[in-house]
Structure formats: C-alpha cells, structure tokens
T-cell receptor, first 114, second 110 residues
Framework: NAGVMQNPRHLVRRRGQEARLRCSPM?????VYWYRQLPEEGLKFMVY????????ESGMPKERFSAEFPKEGPSILRIQQVVRGDSAAYFC????????????FGNGTRLTVT | QKEVEQNSGPLSVPEGAIASLNCTYS??????FFWYRQYSGKSPELIMF????GDKEDGRFTAQLNKASQYVSLLIRDSQPSDSATYLC??????????FGQGTRLTINP
C-alpha cells in the first residue's frame, strides 16, 4: 500500500494521559501536514513539516501539542495531558514537491478522551 | 472574514440532475484550488484541482475558477446517490498549507 498510513485508527485515552499519533507519508513524499476535524466541522490545519523541520505550526495549540518528522521513521503528533476537548479525528496528509501539489490524506486517527 | 467560505448546506439534488457547489476565498495570492469529497466517518479524497482561470473537466466533474471574483465551483453532472457526501473546497498559496472551507453537505435523492 503506497498511500498515507496512519496508526492507530482508534485511540482511547483517559484525561491526563498522553496520545501519540503516527503518520507515514506516501512513498516519495517529503511534506507532511496534520489536520484536526471535530464532528460536523471542517478540517483545521495544525502543522506542516518536512524532514527534521517544522515549516508552519500556526495552527498548533501552544501547550501540550507537539509534532516531529524525524530523518528516519514516521511523523508523530503528540498530545500531552489530554483533555476531553482533544477528542476529534486527526488526519495526516502528505504531498510531493512542486507548488500546488495536492495533499493525499490518510484514514485518520479517531481520538476519544474519557 | 473566513479565508475559504462554502455554503454548509445541506444541498439536495434529484438523481440525474447537475449539482453545483460553490466556494469563495479571501486571499488574492492563492494559486491552487482543490475539491475533496468526504463520506461520513471517512477521510477526504481528492476529486479535482485547478490552477488556471476557466473550466477543467474530468468525467462527470467540472471545476471552474474565476480569480478576479475569487470564486471556485464544482459541477457534478448526472448526479448519482453515491455522490452524496460532504464536499470540501481547499485553497493554497504557493507551497504553503491547504486551507479548507467548512464543507457543503450534498444529498442526491433517488
């Protein structure tokens, strides 16, 4: 499967725990984006990364949230000390080089905080 | 003003008719425009993208772009019940992030 791979598909955490969401981009893609979607709402941009660099984190909450895309391995979105309001679908997308390259999305991780 | 605006719907269209979905954007520097389809509980899937003014056709889908009016639309001909989904308009400036509208929910009635 050469598509964007996200895991886990579903993640349940209790308040105060940490959530780690993983994303492997499509083969040949070096740009990774994370979006959050609440029920019945649109996709909200969180962060844009290239290998080892954060390019744009303007949509990322200042506290508890962090993202990385190391030289080796998947991109990780980490949420520390989760709260109920973090419950959402988190989608990762990747794109190739070139201005205007479309984003291709993974299946998402549904995070539920109890 | 939102960066990308869509009518949230729901938009109801009879089977076989043309569905017309509209989107406006605020940043005149936007260069590329995308339409995604999202079924309930699923991830967005790319339908079409357009960069130049005018029309771009792909099967039953036509994207239309008017940069002077900052307007992009998607037409779906011969609508099928399987086209029932939420359609997301997205806009991009250069190699930056994709900014999405809130989506239009489309229902095709048999």
């Amino acid at each position: 499967n050469a598509g964007v791979m996200q895991n886990p598909r579903h993640l349940v955490r209790r308040r105060g725990q940490e959530a780690r969401l993983r994303c492997s981009p499509m083969k040949g893609h070096s740009h990774v984006y994370w979006y959050r979607q609440l029920p019945e709402e649109g996709l909200k941009f969180m962060v844009y990364l290239q290998k080892e660099n954060i390019i744009d984190e303007s949509g990322m909450p200042k506290e508890r949230f962090s993202a990385e895309f190391p030289k080796e391995g998947p991109s990780i979105l980490r949420i520390q000390q989760v709260v109920r309001g973090d419950s959402a679908a988190y989608f990762c997308a990747s794109s190739g080089e070139g201005v205007g390259s479309p984003l291709h999305f993974g299946n998402g991780t549904r995070l539920t905080v109890t | 003003q939102k960066e990308v605006e869509q009518n949230s719907g729901p938009l109801s269209v009879p089977e076989g008719a043309i569905a017309s979905l509209n989107c406006t954007y605020s940043d005149r520097g936007s260069q590329s425009f995308f339409w995604y389809r999202q079924y309930s509980g699923k991830s967005p899937e790319l339908i079409m993208f357009i960069y130049s003014n005018g029309d771009k056709e792909d099967g039953r889908f036509t994207a239309q772009l008017n940069k002077a009016s900052q307007y992009v639309s998607l037409l779906i001909r011969d609508s099928q019940p399987s086209d029932s989904a939420t359609y997301l308009c997205a806009v991009r400036k250069g190699a930056q992030k994709l900014v999405f509208g809130q989506g239009t929910r489309l229902t095709i009635n048999p």
